[in-house]
């Protein structure tokens, strides 16, 4: 059974960079395309970043040029760099990857930008 963990959120002060990490376990033998959505208090779930079986990449308007996504599929994991984080910025996160025709996601990580 596929299981993804998400890590390395936490609480840092604006400025300050972050690297979000969504590691899979179980039976996935690789990624074929994986993103990162969040959801900020009393807001809907928006897609942040997300990343392509071809290594292409998308990612909304409100962190481009700031969040860099990436993959390492030996280690099944996928990586969010988030630099000049924002008070909006704050949300929790949740990983998830596409294998097989099937989608699964991570429990969220909580990454909160406050001075």
């Known amino acids: 059974q596929v299981q993804l963990v998400e890590s390395g959120g936490g609480l840092v002060q604006p400025g300050e960079s972050l690297r979000l990490s969504c590691a899979a376990s179980?039976?996935?033998?690789?990624?074929?395309?994986a993103g990162w959505y969040r959801q900020a208090p009393g807001k809907e779930r928006e897609l942040v970043a997300r990343?392509?079986?071809?290594?292409?990449?998308n990612y909304a308007d409100s962190v481009k040029g700031r969040f860099a996504i990436s993959r390492d599929n030996a280690k099944k994991t996928v990586y969010m760099q988030m630099n000049s984080l924002k008070p909006e910025d704050t949300a929790v996160y949740y990983c998830?990857?596409?294998?097989?025709?099937?989608?699964?996601w991570g429990k969220g990580t909580l990454v909160t930008i406050s001075s």
């Open positions: 179980g039976g996935m033998f690789s990624i074929s395309a």
């Open positions: 998830y990857m596409s294998y097989s025709g099937m989608l699964y």
């Open positions: 990343i392509f079986g071809s290594g292409t990449t």
